[in-house]
Nanobody, 122 residues
Framework: QVQLVESGGGLVQAGGSLRLSCVASGRTFSTLAVGWFRQAPGKEREFVAVSIWNAGNTYYADSVKGRVTISRDNAKNTVYLQMNSLKPEDTAVYYC???????????????WGQGTQVTVSS
């Protein structure tokens, strides 16, 4: 069992920045990847970014590429999502998730946090 806790969300004006954190605990030894997803009101959950835990590989959705950076601190079991140049369309609940395989589909992920709200005002 893996527990994930997101933090760092909040209200920010368009053009601003936020850094989200995801702290993993429990039986994390089998985790290969930690990804970020988001879900806006009335929309399906959307892949944002993923970091392979014990490698340097990162992947980003086209919608956020160039504006977000995923990073990790393996010793702290923490993954960060730095978001810059935020737009109102980035408004969503952001979730982190842990997977034993790399992937961009939510069905690839075994454990999920409860989410943190990001609201971007115009």
């Amino acid at each position: 069992q893996v527990q994930l806790v997101e933090s760092g969300g909040g209200l920010v004006q368009a053009g601003g920045s936020l850094r989200l954190s995801c702290v993993a605990s429990g039986r994390t030894f089998s985790t290969l990847a930690v990804g970020w997803f988001r879900q806006a009101p009335g929309k399906e959950r959307e892949f944002v970014a993923v970091s392979i835990w014990n490698a340097g590989n990162t992947y980003y959705a086209d919608s956020v590429k160039g504006r977000v950076t995923i990073s990790r601190d393996n010793a702290k079991n923490t993954v960060y999502l730095q978001m810059n140049s935020l737009k109102p369309e980035d408004t969503a609940v952001y979730y982190c998730a842990a997977s034993r395989i790399p992937g961009t589909r939510d069905s690839d992920y075994d454990y999920w946090g409860q989410g943190t709200q990001v609201t971007v005002s115009s």
